[in-house]
């Protein structure tokens, strides 16, 4: 399994669309996407370079794993 490597906050957002989340506001410089079924709101800081804690803490609450995180990426 490859790493996962930090991203820019727009192609982690579309990630996170092609997962079927919806962008619903921004608040300040941050990003919110939510999905149906998920309990917890997805947060997106908008920097150039997103850190993995970010990444994978979003990847928890969003209910996906590292598999899908990288198929999803291929998609994109």
Do not use: C
């Not at 579309?14 to 921004?26: D, H, L, N, T």
């Amino acid at each position: 399994m490859p790493k996962i490597h930090p991203i820019s906050y727009k192609k982690l957002g579309k990630v996170f669309e092609a997962a079927g989340f919806k962008f619903v506001r921004q608040r300040g410089d941050h990003l919110v996407y939510v999905k149906s079924g998920v309990k917890r709101p997805v947060i997106i800081p908008m920097y150039d370079d997103v850190p993995v804690f970010i990444i994978l803490n979003n990847l928890r609450s969003a209910g996906l794993t590292r598999e899908d995180y990288f198929r999803l990426q291929e998609k994109i």
